[in-house]
T-cell receptor
Framework: SQQGEEDPQALSIQEGENATMNCSYK?????LQWYRQNSGRGLVHLIL?????REKHSGRLRVTLDTSKKSSSLLITASRAADTASYFC????????????FGGGTRVLVKP | EPEVTQTPSHQVTQMGQEVILRCVPI?????FYWYRQILGQKVEFLVS????????KSEIFDDQFSVERPDGSNFTLKIRSTKLEDSAMYFC????????????FGSGTRLTVV
């Protein structure tokens, strides 16, 4: 089954605006993580939220997790041009061992 | 901040050739991984490695692939008899072993098979 599907697939906003992207998954998870990838570059770990947590903050990032809906959201507040990147959610699950299952990502373009 | 280092950053190889992708994980990490990302597609798990052996592998990781930790620092992915469809970005990652702290990914090796 597909695990970790983000929407929207692409998002274009003005600098200073907030960016919100969502991730849905199908099976029970231990943790959900968000990663950023600049074009053609590596994956940068942003934030991890455990299945028993509902909300987490890190700087301008806010992540929520709703296990009843099997969904998570990532909010970037007061976006900057440097936030332009692709954002991926990734889940790990007891049944899936110690590996991450990534979603397809949301491409975010922040226009100056 | 500690980094996972991957070399080379870009490799072009002829179809049918063997390639070795190299990674230096973070020194106190215990788990090592290879993931790949075909252009425009999702990041996919290939293999995890712990205590000098494969702990888990995906369906993608068939006999064409092998991993090795030849010394205390390097972690390599060997792809034998490369095919066009092996063209992808290959990411190495390492972790302390508890997923709670996340993984540290390298910046990847872009493999182009021609």
């Amino acid at each position: 089954s597909q695990q970790g599907e983000e929407d929207p697939q692409a998002l274009s906003i003005q600098e200073g605006e907030n960016a919100t992207m969502n991730c849905s998954y199908k099976t029970s998870i231990n943790n959900l993580q968000w990663y950023r990838q600049n074009s053609g570059r590596g994956l940068v770990h942003l934030i991890l939220i455990r299945s028993n947590e509902r909300e987490k903050h890190s700087g301008r990032l806010r992540v929520t997790l709703d296990t009843s809906k099997k969904s998570s959201s990532l909010l970037i507040t007061a976006s900057r041009a440097a936030d332009t990147a692709s954002y991926f959610c990734a889940t790990d699950a007891e049944a899936a061992g110690n590996k991450l299952t990534f979603g397809g990502g949301t491409r975010v373009l922040v226009k100056p | 901040e500690p980094e996972v280092t991957q070399t080379p950053s870009h490799q072009v190889t002829q179809m049918g050739q063997e390639v070795i992708l190299r990674c230096v994980p973070i020194s106190n990490h215990l788990y090592f991984y290879w993931y790949r990302q075909i252009l425009g597609q999702k990041v996919e798990f290939l293999v995890s490695f712990y205590n000098n052996e494969i702990s888990e592998k995906s369906e993608i990781f068939d006999d064409q692939f092998s991993v090795e930790r030849p010394d205390g620092s390097n972690f390599t992915l060997k792809i034998r008899s490369t095919k066009l469809e092996d063209s992808a970005m290959y990411f190495c990652a390492s972790s302390t072993g508890t997923v709670y702290y996340g993984y540290t990914f390298g910046s990847g090796t872009r493999l182009t098979v021609v």
